[in-house]
C-alpha cells in the first residue's frame, strides 16, 4: 500500500526490467490531486536517494506511476516487523546519511525549492543494497529559490509535523527538518514517533530521548535490538542531531546543509555545559538558523560554531555528562 494507492510489482516487456507501479483511484479528488503533484515534482529530479520516476499514465480513468522497483521495500517494515530482519547499526546509519542527502537536494541543490512534506519510515524504500531513497512526494509543495512558500492545510503524518504548522499553515524547509529529526530518533530506536496504544507502550519518542538525554544516558535510547553492536559516537551523534532536528522552535533547527555537514563529520558538535527543554525554547526566540546561505563562500564552515544561534544548539548538543 502507498500514499492514496495500490503499488504493484511489474516488468517492463521491452527490457525485463522489474518496476513498481503505483495506481491511484480515479474516484478521489485528492488523488489526483496528488497524482498531479507526483508527477510535477518527481518527475524531474534526479539524484541517487530519490526513488526514480520511470513514467506514468492517464488511461480510462485510472492513474499510473511507474517506479524503480526497491526489492527491500519500505524502511518502515524492516524498522516494526517482527518478521524482518534486523538492520544492524551501519545500515541504519548509511540510510540517515542518504536520506539527508537527498533532502540536501530537494532543498538547495534542485533548480527549484521542493518541500517533501511527508518524510517517514514508510516513505523510505531500500534498493538492492539497502541504501535508502526517499519516495511518495504526492505531497510534495514547489517554490522558486528566494521566495517564501504560501500557507496551505496542514497535511503530514502525526508524530512528524512541526508544532507551527498548526498554528500558521506555513511550510517550510524547516518543517521538513523536523520531520526528518523524528525520523532520525525512528531509526536509532526503533520506535514510531508516537504510540497511542495505551500504557505502558505509549509515548512520545522525542520526549523519551529527552530524558536520557538529561540523564547523560543518551546512548542507552537506542533500539535494544542492536545491543553493543553500534558505534557509540555516531549513535549519540544521531541521537542528539535528531533532538536539535525536532525542537519544538522552528528558529533552532538546523537547516539541512548543516545536518549534512554534522552526519560527514565536516564539522563536530561541540561538548558545552547543558540547559533544560524550557531554557532551550526561550532561548531560540528571535533566533534565525537559516541566515546561513547554502550558496556562500563559507559553506562549509560550521555554522553552529559562528552563528548568533549558538547559543540554541549549544543547550542541545552539550549532553553526555
Known amino acids: 500500500m502507498g500514499g492514496f494507492g495500490m503499488v504493484y510489482k511489474g516488468v517492463l516487456p521491452s527490457s525485463n526490467k522489474q518496476v513498481a507501479v503505483k495506481r491511484v483511484s480515479h474516484k478521489s479528488k485528492q488523488g489526483m490531486r496528488e497524482f498531479i503533484a507526483e508527477i510535477v515534482s518527481l518527475g524531474r529530479l534526479r539524484h541517487r ?59 538547495e541543490e534542485w533548480e527549484q525549492v521542493v518541500l ?35 500557507t496551505t492545510h496542514v497535511v503530514g503524518t502525526l508524530g512528524y509535523i512541526a508544532p507551527e504548522l498548526t498554528r500558521t499553515g506555513k511550510v517550510t524547509t524547516s518543517t521538513d527538518v523536523f520531520a526528518f529529526g523524528a525520523f532520525m530518533l525512528e531509526v536509532a530506536c526503533g520506535k514510531r514517533p508516537t504510540s497511542l496504544r495505551g500504557s505502558p507502550e505509549e509515548l512520545i519518542l522525542v520526549d523519551w530521548v529527552l530524558q536520557y538525554w538529561k540523564s547523560g544516558e543518551i546512548v542507552e535510547a537506542r533500539d535494544a535490538r542492536l545491543g553493543n553492536d553500534y558505534v557509540k559516537k555516531e549513535m549519540e551523534l544521531v541521537l542528539k542531531l535528531g533532538l536539535l532536528c525536532s525542537h519544538p522552535m522552528a528558529a533552532a533547527r ?68
Open 116 to 150: 517533501h512534506r511527508d518524510i517517514k519510515a514508510s516513505n523510505v524504500l531500500l534498493d538492492s543494497e539497502f541504501n535508502g531513497r526517499l519516495g511518495d512526494f504526492g505531497l510534495a509543495r514547489l517554490y522558486d529559490h528566494g521566495t517564501n512558500p504560501q
Open 254 to 321: 538546523p537547516i539541512i546543509r548543516q545536518v549534512m555537514q554534522f552526519l560527514d563529520g565536516d564539522c563536530p558538535l561541540p561538548e558545552l555545559p547543558s540547559s533544560g527543554w524550557n531554557e532551550m525554547v526561550a532561548s531560540a526566540v528571535g533566533e534565525k538558523m537559516e541566515s546561513f546561505h547554502p550558496n556562500s563562500s563559507n559553506m562549509m564552515e560550521c555554522p553552529f560554531l559562528s552563528s548568533t544561534s549558538t547559543v540554541v544548539a549549544e543547550s542541545l548538543l552539550s549532553g553526555g555528562r
Open 49 to 107: 536517494n530519490l526513488v526514480q520516476l520511470l513514467g506514468y499514465c492517464r488511461r480510462k480513468g485510472e492513474l499510473l506511476l511507474v517506479y524503480d522497483f526497491m526489492p527491500n521495500g519500505s524502511l518502515d517494515k524492516l524498522l516494526f516487523d517482527q518478521n524482518e530482519k534486523i538492520l544492524n547499526w551501519h545500515q541504519r546509519f548509511r540510510i540517515i546519511k542518504g536520506v539527508a542527502s537527498g533532502l540536501l537536494y530537494l532543498h
